[in-house]
């Protein structure tokens, strides 16, 4: 049901886009949520838009860099990630979740990931340095 893509190996600087296809929902009322996770480390949350009003969500990490966005035709849901830096290399994930508020929320939190249900095979962003 999700469906993720667009990793690579980039330079420092440089920028890539990350996409969600996304299929199985009938209706709008679920969030999209971008999570990483690097060797040795907790998954993060990073990124999330709530579909049903756009809404989104960044960490402190990423904001200023990163942006998420929803193509509702394709449906697909973008991270365009700007400013790469070597710390931001890891596994990529888009999950997805119904109870949406709710999900957004948590992801600022340690453990975040475990109030989102759907998720999709990672794709690997290597920046280097």
């Known amino acids: 049901q999700l469906q993720a893509s667009g990793g690579g190996l980039v330079q420092a600087g440089g920028s890539l886009r990350l996409s969600c296809l996304v299929s199985?929902?009938?209706?709008?009322?679920?969030?999209i949520g971008w999570f990483r996770q690097a060797p040795g480390k907790e998954r993060e949350g990073v990124s999330g838009i709530l579909k049903n009003d756009g809404r989104t969500y960044y960490s402190d990490s990423v904001k200023g860099r990163f942006t998420i966005s929803s193509d509702n035709a394709k449906n697909t849901v973008y991270l365009q990630m700007n400013s790469l830096k070597p710390e931001d290399t890891a596994v990529y994930y888009c999950a997805a979740e119904k109870r949406a508020a709710r999900a957004i929320a948590a992801m600022r939190f340690q453990n975040g990931e475990n109030y989102w249900d759907n998720w999709g095979k990672g794709t690997q962003v290597t920046v280097s340095s």
């Open positions: 199985g929902f009938t209706s709008d009322d679920y969030a």
